[in-house]
């Protein structure tokens, strides 16, 4: 089944058989996941399915890392609730459509790219954390809603028969691909349990009962909402937060599927997809979301590796909502939960636990702690931020302690070597080192292994040049790199740079 020749790249060879075995899969998987979150924000369900069907097509065709799948995610509907209460469905659309547009900014601007300043702990948290999130989600589906509205827990024979389907389910996720692989795994799951179900008319709670999926073609509307100052004033924080979110899931899904795949997508491509997906989403009726990271990784595992099996398993979401409903509204939640908590487990990276021991405390403390913030807020923007400023600050602490200054006389001039980046974390370390009241009249320091990073380090330099002044002493700054002496005009009078020794730093342009 193999061909040559690739719907958006010749140059790769893609297997059609997987991307359609594939994008079925996902499809089967990203239902259930939208509907729950749409009936949680308190929307029609069609509004969840019409966004993965806009998501995923968009972001499949357009987006910057073949492979990836995007929906109805979530993680982007739960920061939106509290404006669905208060201002209704019209403001969430128009809200959908000002992320998309900001999302679509940081990808033209080329923003995208500072998802590299993630650190490898923060990504650990982020997908520990959601795997638990992943897996939470589905044991919620062990729950039953009756006639009064009220939630409450399986007993007794529905129990049961909910256990032991999702553990053959599992089994059948587990086991199967050492029989083959010419099938995907959880499609096979899906099937199988389908089979014994409507086989031997086990009842048992189905798709149906989480909601009904038959619709029609998603429509062209404009959110009906005053176009003022107030209604931006209303939308706009709820916006930069969904717009941040989806950015931050969906940037780090790619640099998942980067490291699963050895090879390499583009942040800034996939930011532009993004926003124009949430746009689509806004004036089509759904309700916006991003990349999704257990629907990716089903893919992924099902052998996908092209765009195909995304564009498929949005057609194929869309065929269901016309004519599919019937059939799909039968397939057991039992073996959608097995199929997800399998997600859930492989999503999990066992190996930080593994190497634990080996990991230095600070690491380890950011990585539980963006996990907790990742469960128990279900804020993932918030828990990368705050395992990023952690990480920054652990990093300044670090480099702050290693600054040093090698102090020797050379010609009766006192000379300083200073050794570490200077700036704001080292400043006052830096200006404790000298000695304005015993030394020579002349004082050198040598930034060859240095350098000036901040405005912190011009202020402590200026300091000390005033306090060797005070003393009727001048101080000289040698071997500054070309982009320290810029931010060291203020101070020209007292520098003395070696030009032919001054190397000139540059930062590589992203292509």
């Not at 239902?31 to 924000?41: V, Y």
């Not at 007292?494 to 032919?500: A, S």
Request: charged share 15%; net charge positive.
């Amino acid at each position: 089944m193999k061909n040559t020749i690739s719907i958006f790249d010749f140059s790769k060879k893609i297997n059609y058989k997987n991307e359609l075995l594939a994008g079925f899969t996902v499809a089967m998987t990203m239902i259930p996941e939208s509907l729950s979150f749409a009936i949680l924000a308190g929307l029609s369900p069609l509004t969840g399915l019409y966004a993965a069907f806009m998501m995923g097509l968009v972001t499949a065709v357009l987006g910057g890392r073949p492979g990836m799948v995007s929906g109805g995610a979530g993680a982007t509907i739960v920061v939106l609730i509290a404006l669905i209460q208060s201002h209704g469905v019209e403001y969430l659309f128009a809200t959908v459509v000002l992320a998309g547009i900001l999302q679509m900014l940081v990808g033209i601007f080329k923003l995208g790219k500072f998802v590299r300043l993630i650190p490898q702990p923060v990504m650990y948290g982020f997908l520990n954390g959601l795997a638990v999130i992943i897996f939470m989600a589905q044991v919620e589906q062990f729950k039953m809603t009756n006639s009064n509205g009220s939630v409450s827990w399986l007993q007794g024979v529905p129990l049961y028969i909910m256990a032991g389907l999702t553990a053959l389910t599992i089994a059948v996720v587990y086991f199967f691909p050492k029989i083959t692989k010419a099938v995907p795994a959880s499609l096979a799951a899906i099937i199988v349990v389908f089979t014994v179900v409507l086989g031997f008319n086990i009842p048992t709670k189905t798709v149906s009962d989480i909601a009904h999926i038959s619709g029609n073609l998603p429509s062209f509307h404009i959110p009906k909402i005053p176009f003022s100052l107030e209604t931006l004033q209303i939308i706009f924080p709820y916006a930069m937060i969904m717009a941040g979110v989806g950015l931050i899931e969906s940037l780090l899904t790619l640099s998942m599927v980067d490291e699963i795949t050895n090879s390499k997508g583009s942040a800034n491509k996939e930011s532009v997809a993004q926003g124009l997906a949430n746009i689509t989403n806004g004036f089509f009726g759904g309700m916006g979301g991003c990349a999704m990271v257990a629907q990716t990784l089903v893919n992924l595992n099902a052998g996908s590796r092209a765009r195909l099996s995304g564009i498929i398993a949005s057609i194929m979401i869309l065929l269901i909502i016309l004519f599919g409903a019937p059939v799909i509204e039968k397939i057991p939640m039992a073996a959608l939960v097995g199929v997800m908590m399998m997600v859930a487990i492989s999503t999990f990276q066992w190996v930080s636990i593994r190497i634990v021991n080996k990991m230095p405390k600070s690491d380890i403390f950011v990585g539980i702690t963006v996990a907790l913030i990742t469960i128990v807020l279900h804020n993932l923007a918030l828990a990368v931020l705050v395992g990023v400023i952690i990480s920054a600050l652990v990093f300044a602490w670090d480099n702050a302690k290693r600054i040093r200054a090698k102090k020797y006389m050379e010609n009766g001039i006192q000379h300083y070597k200073i050794e570490g980046p200077l700036f704001f974390g080292s400043a006052t370390s830096f200006s404790d080192k000298f000695d304005p009241m015993n030394d020579s009249d002349e004082v050198v320091i040598d930034f060859k292994d240095s350098r000036i990073v901040d405005m912190s380090a011009i202020d402590a330099l200026d300091k000390l040049s005033r306090r060797y002044k005070q003393q009727g002493k001048t101080v000289y700054l040698r071997h500054l790199s070309e982009d320290c002496r810029k931010m060291l005009k203020n101070a020209e009078a007292v520098v003395e740079v070696n030009i032919q020794e001054d190397p000139t730093y540059k930062v590589m342009q992203e292509k």
